[in-house]
């Protein structure tokens, strides 16, 4: 017998019997988006390496760590990691933006090479939202009142909350990270190697270390909040007035920055508790100077992205009333001569008068109890049995199969009608 091959550690599959709750929190996604007017754009899984080293910063661990990087010929490509790089590349490519605003979002497998764990793994999926060319907070609070209304419609409104913060223009963070630097160079006895790494490349990520003692230290250092520039001060109080006044709740978290180099003025989080040490629900906020960055007009942007592996998992330990619609709503079951095609003929009539309804042919041959035990097992609502006599006399009979009713025998030309009725 020939050895069995793994999928590879850190990339899942998705069974049959979890895809409805996949398809369920993809409808919600995709509802919410289009009822706020945004548009779906689709990106390559495969980009060219440095777009992500430009973007996100060759010194974030995304970067440096945790990338699938591979050369095809003399181009070195990279399995994209996240979504807004490649957003900003095709808007820029494609003139989307110039002179122009636009709404955008996407959906789809990101690749990071970490060590998986639940909720956290190699290839991720994500929901992501861009918005180019709007300057005001107006857009933050969108954003933010967007991703509010997702939770109630996906029944986790009461187990998330939401952090935020502003980390100001470039010319702040400068000044702000060498007093940052200075005060935590006098803890370094505190860090690990690479959190000590960190201090000369990246000191603002250390800010939401793990480590409980270091944590408990920064609660005295510098805050970003006090050396915000006056643009950024006012954009953010504009924001949280928006927020308090449609009823909003958050928590100010000045340790908050976003792990990638791309950010300024608003980041926010969607955090639980719900789901132990994976506590991110969603997370975003401004680019400002992204798109200039990578080669375009200077242009405003914002967005966020959420892990949908941890939306799954949170909807299935907080949402206990969520009902997800079967596989099958229908199960021709048919034996006995010209009973077949006749199922085939009915199956087709169905699925063209009533799209929305859920049909399933047997196909697999076998006596009505095998058919039955079959349709049982897959939690078919209703059986629809044909055989010779049916064939003869052009009738169908209807059975039941979860509450018990009655089985009725229908004419085949009034099948459809009562179908509708059901369903």
């Known amino acids: 017998m020939a050895k069995t091959i793994q999928a590879i550690r850190g990339m899942n599959d998705c069974a049959p019997t979890e895809s409805p709750l996949w398809q369920w929190i993809e409808a919600k996604v995709r509802h919410v988006l289009a009822s706020y007017g945004y548009s779906e754009v689709r990106m390559p899984i495969v980009e060219s390496t440095p777009l992500f080293a430009r973007a996100i910063g060759e010194v974030t661990d995304v970067v440096s760590k945790e990338m699938y990087t591979f050369w095809d010929n003399d181009e070195q490509l990279t399995l994209r990691p996240e979504g807004t790089a490649g957003c900003v590349r095709a808007a820029i490519e494609r003139g989307w933006i110039y002179n122009n605003e636009q709404r955008l979002w996407y959906m789809g497998p990101m690749f990071r090479h970490e060590r998986p764990q639940k909720g956290r793994y190699r290839q991720f999926h994500q929901a992501g939202v861009e918005v180019f060319g709007i300057a005001n907070p107006e857009i933050d609070a969108e954003l933010i009142i967007l991703t509010a209304r997702l939770w109630k419609e996906l029944g986790i409104d009461q187990h998330v909350s939401l952090q935020l913060n502003s980390i100001g223009s470039l010319e702040a963070r400068a000044n702000y990270r060498s007093a940052l630097v200075a005060f935590l160079e006098n803890h370094q006895d505190l860090m690990s190697d690479e959190e000590k790494e960190r201090l000369g490349k990246n000191p603002l990520r250390i800010l939401d270390t793990k480590n409980e003692v270091l944590q408990e230290v920064l609660n005295g250092a510098p805050k970003l909040l006090d050396y915000l520039d006056d643009e950024s001060r006012e954009h953010f109080n504009q924001l949280c007035s928006l927020l308090d006044a449609?009823?909003?709740?958050?928590?100010?978290?000045?340790?908050?920055?976003?792990?990638?180099?791309?950010?300024?003025?608003?980041?926010?989080?969607?955090?639980?508790?719900?789901?132990?040490?994976?506590?991110?629900?969603?997370?975003?906020?401004?680019?400002?100077?992204?798109?200039?960055?990578?080669?375009?007009?200077?242009?405003?942007?914002?967005?966020?992205?959420?892990?949908?592996?941890?939306?799954?998992?949170?909807?299935?330990?907080?949402?206990?009333?969520?009902?997800?619609?079967?596989?099958?709503d229908l199960y021709l079951v048919y034996a006995g001569e010209g009973a077949t095609l006749n199922a085939f003929q009915i199956a087709e009539q169905i699925r063209t008068e009533l799209p929305q309804v859920r049909v399933m042919t047997h196909c697999s041959g076998g006596k009505f109890q095998k058919q039955f035990k079959r349709a049982d097992k897959i939690e078919a609502k209703y059986a629809l049995v044909i055989g010779e006599s049916e064939v003869q006399a052009k009738t169908v009979v209807v059975k039941d199969l979860r509450n018990g009713a009655e089985q009725i025998t229908l004419s085949q030309a009034d099948l459809v009608a009562t179908l509708k009725t059901y369903f």
């Open 246 to 328: 449609m009823g909003v709740k958050y928590e100010i978290n000045p340790k908050l920055v976003r792990g990638l180099d791309y950010y300024n003025k608003t980041v926010f989080e969607w955090v639980t508790s719900a789901l132990g040490a994976q506590g991110t629900v969603c997370g975003g906020g401004r680019y400002d100077g992204l798109v200039e960055q990578l080669g375009g007009h200077a242009t405003q942007g914002v967005g966020f992205a959420m892990g949908l592996e941890r939306l799954v998992l949170l909807v299935q330990e907080v949402n206990k009333e969520i009902t997800l619609p079967q596989a099958v």
